[in-house]
């Protein structure tokens, strides 16, 4: 979920956050089209991620859940069939929030702006 260098508006995280306003778990399951955005930019996000490791480790290290997002991205990736809806849901509504503001605190205490997406 990196991706919000330098201040960005348009990030994958603004695009998540608008995606599911007014929305809910019920929307999610129902319509094809809100799901699978949500869930492709959770892919970039993981990927972003994944990518921010080789080329930051030292950041990347203090990222919390590094792994766990990028498993969840993996699997969204390559495990179509166990994809699991509530819990992306629960990773959007409970999760997201917390890893933006992580991100948000590391970024700003760099000088450089560097894209990850």
Same mark, same amino acid.
């Given at each position: 979920?990196l991706?919000?260098a330098? =201040?960005?508006?348009s990030?994958?995280? !603004?695009?998540? *956050?608008?995606? !599911?306003?007014?929305? &809910?778990?019920? &929307? ?6 809100? =799901? !699978? ?5 959770f892919?970039?996000? =993981? ?6 490791s080789?080329?930051?480790s030292?950041?990347a ?15 969204l990736i390559? =495990?179509?069939?166990?994809? *699991? ?7 959007l509504?409970?999760r ?11 970024l !700003?205490?760099?000088r ?6």
């Amino acid at each position: 979920m990196l991706v919000l260098a330098c =201040g960005t508006p348009s990030t994958p995280q !603004s695009w998540l *956050d608008e995606f !599911s306003k007014g929305e &809910d778990f019920a &929307d999610y399951q129902a319509n094809a089209t809100f =799901g !699978s955005a949500v869930e492709r930019h959770f892919e970039i996000i =993981g990927e972003a991620l994944n990518q921010l490791s080789r080329v930051d480790s030292d950041i990347a290290s203090r990222i919390p859940d590094l792994g766990r997002i990028v498993a969840f991205r993996n699997i969204l990736i390559h =495990g179509y069939a166990t994809v *699991d809806d509530a819990l992306v849901w629960q990773v959007l509504t409970e999760r997201l929030p917390g890893l933006t503001a992580a991100l948000q605190r590391l970024l !700003s205490r760099r000088r450089s702006c560097q894209r990850f997406w």
